[in-house]
Structure formats: C-alpha cells, structure tokens
Nanobody, 125 residues
C-alpha cells in the first residue's frame, strides 16, 4: 500500500493561484499513474488531472489551460499548479496512486488504489 499525503490547499481569491503537492511514502513504488481528484459539496468526485510514469498527461476539460500536473519520481512528489482559479474550483482535492495495471481511464477513480486524506481549496472573494 502506498501512503499519499497532500498539502498546499488554502483560500484564494478568484484569479489567484495555488500549488498542491502530493508525496508518497513507498519509495520502492515504481508506480503507474498519479491522479488529482476533487470533491465539492453536492457534486460527484471529479478527476482533475493525471500523469503516468512516462509523463503522459490528461486534464479534465474544466481545467485545461489553467492547471498543470507534474511529477518528480526520484523524490516521490507530484504537483498540481492551479492558476486562474474560479469559484467552481472550490473543493477537497485528493491525490491518488495507481498501483496495479488496469484499463480504466486516467481520470477514472477506479484506476487508483491508494488515496490521500485531501487538502481543501476554497476560492472566495
């Protein structure tokens, strides 16, 4: 099992930026994909961005051009740079690790087996 830990959330005004960080504890995890998801009150969990070990990347349409995902494999870190934030970006953000090969899409929660506790992002004026 891989322990995922998110950080970097907070409150920001519309148009602002935040960078979320995800670290994982299992240094021997060769890993497949790392995904970022968010959950807003009253809404379903949404895949935001994901990146494979080979740096193939996928974004949700709602964040394309505003969010950037990256990963630093030697240091067990993944980032989600969020720019031009708006009210609809408010929610709890989770990172997740895919530990087993499967055929689910990169932004599908079923692809991922290990989840962090989340970090809250609030966009407020």
């Amino acid at each position: 099992q891989v322990e995922m830990v998110e950080s970097g959330g907070g409150s920001v005004q519309p148009g602002g930026s935040l960078r979320l960080t995800c670290t994982w504890s299992n240094g021997i995890w060769g890993g497949h994909s790392v995904g970022w998801f968010r959950k807003a009150p009253g809404k379903a969990r949404e895949g935001v961005a994901a990146i494979t070990r080979a740096d193939k990347i996928e974004y949700a349409d709602s964040v394309k051009g505003r969010f950037t995902i990256s990963r630093d494999n030697p240091n067990n870190i993944a980032y989600l740079q969020m720019d031009s934030l708006n009210f609809e970006d408010t929610g709890m953000y989770y990172c997740a690790a895919q530990s087993v090969s499967n055929y689910y899409g990169m932004l599908s929660p079923q692809r991922y087996s290990d989840w962090g506790q989340g970090t809250q992002v609030t966009v407020t004026s």
